[in-house]
């Protein structure tokens, strides 16, 4: 069975990092892409980036470009999310999931983790 | 960057009901476009992808329709378990997804 688990609840102080994991298990992780996405609280979706598991491609959209890196680790069927210099704004939860890639496009995201809780806070 | 911009924010409906949400692209996205249902305090589910192929395990009633600028997503006849946000995703260039509809009971 497929799944994607995620590292624990997180709080932060403004101008500080986070990084989020998120592990693969029921599927070969190389053959899919993972994306973030993050949910402020009430509020809707936002996508914040994307990897190929396989060939270490990324993207990341204009409003988050150097302060995004999305990472993966093959041998450990996960990936990473470093969001730097936090603000309150960035309160949410931040989700991974899985997409059907055909190296540098992708399709729908058909599996995603269970959240990961990011508080920023002083 | 893409905008979508779906329509209506709220819909009120009651079980049984015949409804249909709106998704509207700021420029031709063909048909790469997803719709997903979210409930309270879990992850999205992804119902339709490509616009119209519906995702494995997925009831019937859901259908998609659309491409180029304009989609809808309908559920044909209403149940308990369909009142929840429903999100539409283009991913034609990087990725953007509407503002979500909220399904309520009327």
């Known amino acids: 069975q497929v799944h994607l688990v995620q590292s624990g609840a997180e709080v932060k102080r403004p101008g500080a990092s986070v990084k989020v994991s998120c592990k693969a298990s029921g599927y070969t992780f190389s053959t899919y892409a993972i994306h973030w996405v993050r949910q402020a609280p009430g509020q809707g979706l936002e996508w914040m980036g994307w990897i190929n598991a396989g060939n270490g491609y990324t993207k990341y959209p204009q409003r988050f470009l150097g302060r995004v890196t999305i990472t993966r680790d093959t041998s450990a069927s996960t990936a990473y999310m470093v969001l730097s210099s936090l603000r309150s704004e960035d309160t949410s939860v931040y989700y991974c999931a899985r997409a059907p890639t055909s190296g540098y496009s992708f399709d729908a995201f058909d599996m995603w983790g269970q959240g990961t809780m990011v508080t920023v806070s002083s | 960057d893409i905008q979508m911009t779906q329509s209506p924010s709220t819909l009120s409906a009651s079980v049984g009901d015949r409804v249909t949400i709106t998704c509207r692209a700021s420029q031709s996205i063909s048909t790469w476009l997803a719709w997903y249902q979210q409930k309270p305090g879990k992850a999205p589910n992804l119902l339709i992808y490509?616009?119209?192929s519906l995702e494995s395990g997925v009831p019937s009633r859901f259908s998609g329709s659309g491409s180029g600028t304009e989609f809808t997503l309908t559920i044909s006849s209403l149940q308990p378990d369909d009142f929840a946000t429903y999100y539409c995703?283009?991913?034609?260039?990087?990725?953007?997804f509407g503002q979500g509809t909220r399904l309520e009971i009327k």
């Open positions: 995703q283009q991913y034609i260039s990087y990725s953007t």
């Open positions: 490509k616009a119209s």
